[in-house]
């Protein structure tokens, strides 16, 4: 029993069933929000003056963000019409799961992943199909090509993996498209494409540019590196005909002309984005090996986060860190993801990891083999 209170209209039953909407924990002044993988630097002066001196709030933006389409199709060396902009690259998932799969129809991906995934199946009458991460919490590929049948319409990769860090590598993803039919969509979702330093790394860009793959589908975002999370901007890059298709399941206008402008703007001063999307890397690199230092079991980190496997301890151990002026995010049962933030954070972190990894039974997942 829940007490939650009845709906009142009829919603469709898989609706219904899923759990209401819980706001996440709102940072306090002094504490540090490391619980959604925010860009801790403050937006860059040209990008707020763009934003600023964007059109008139009284009239509709342009549809389909027609010079961020063009200026991202020269920057990717591809046809402006392989390229589609979205309030976000989560509402063009939705839109490209709406497109593709419905009731009866079945979505892959692995698990845990993005919370959204699931989520988005559902909204879209379909099934989702999780397969367990394989060791080092990495996407097990050869278990998601043996999931496909001809029920399959999507399988969505995360790389690096949301919430848990590690990539999937070139070698991998090319194998496993070898195996998916060509009329099934993959969606390679690169949220954190540009923290990734290893150059084992799959390229979306590059799987676009070799000849035969016309089933996947880039997903890239300015909300992560590009420190734009607040204004609602992602991108697609794949072919022109399945974009048709997410721009028929999209609702119209919802790309702003601030978010477009601000996302041009961004672009103008790139080199100076992926200066401090380098500081993070390293910031990242250095918090994973003095985690593992301090004894922890921290699977590889190629996006601006980190993740602690905690399983029962997951939530008691967020309490300390949220005692601590550290807002996490926890997975119940599974375990804590901390987004690389400020400069100061990294020491706090570093603190209660110190001491929880001494709390923590012989032979727990989160405890390191040393
Ligand atoms: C953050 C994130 C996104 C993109 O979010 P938007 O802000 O909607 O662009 C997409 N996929 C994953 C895995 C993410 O973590």
């Known amino acids: 029993m829940t007490d939650v209170p009845e709906i009142p209209v009829r919603v469709r039953p898989e609706i219904a069933a899923l759990p ?41 933006p342009d549809a389909t963000a027609a010079r961020l389409r063009e200026r991202l199709a020269a920057r990717f060396g591809v ?7 979205g309030a976000g690259s989560v509402s063009i998932l939705a839109q490209l799961v709406l497109a593709t799969s ?49 029920r399959t319409r999507a399988v969505i990769v995360c790389t690096p993996n ?12 090319d194998a496993f498209v070898e195996r998916v039919p060509s009329d099934v969509l993959v969606i390679l979702d690169e949220a954190y494409a540009e923290f990734v330093t290893d150059p084992t790394s799959v390229d979306g860009i590059r799987v676009l540019g070799n000849a035969g793959h ?32 997410a721009r028929s399941a999209s609702i119209p206008l919802s790309v702003t002309a601030q978010a477009e ?48 496997p905690l399983g029962e301890e997951t939530l008691a151990v967020a309490e300390r860190f949220e005692r601590a002026g550290l807002i996490v995010r926890p997975f119940a049962g599974d375990g804590i993801r901390v987004s690389v933030g400020e400069e100061e954070s990294v020491e706090k972190v570093l603190g209660i990891a110190a001491s929880v990894v001494q709390d923590l039974p012989e032979g727990h997942v989160g405890r390191g083999l040393a």
């Open 20 to 60: 209401p909407y819980k706001q996440g924990k709102q940072a306090g002044s002094d504490a540090f929000k490391l619980s959604s993988n925010e860009n801790p630097f403050d937006p860059l002066p040209g990008v707020l003056e763009a934003v600023r001196s964007a059109s008139a709030l009284n009239r509709y």
């Open 79 to 85: 046809p402006s019409e392989q390229v589609h902009i």
């Open 102 to 150: 419905g009731p009866g129809d079945e979505v892959i991906f692995a698990w845990r992943s993005f919370e959204a995934y699931p989520w988005l199946a559902v909204l879209a009458g379909a099934t989702p199909v999780m397969v367990p991460l394989a060791e080092g919490a990495r996407h097990d590929l050869q278990a998601m090509a043996d999931a496909v049948n001809d």
């Open 162 to 173: 949301n919430p848990t860090g590690p990539i999937v590598t070139q070698a991998e993803f």
């Open 214 to 245: 016309q089933n996947v589908v880039v997903l890239r975002t300015f909300s992560k590196a590009y420190g734009l999370a607040g204004l609602r901007v992602g991108y697609a890059i794949g072919h022109p005909r399945i974009l048709d298709a």
């Open 261 to 308: 402008v601000a996302a041009l703007a961004s672009l103008d001063a790139e080199a100076e984005l992926l200066e401090r999307v380098s500081v993070i890397a390293r910031r990242r690199d250095a918090l994973v090996a003095a985690l593992r230092d301090l004894g922890w079991a921290i699977p590889d980190a190629q996006g601006n986060f980190v993740w602690f």
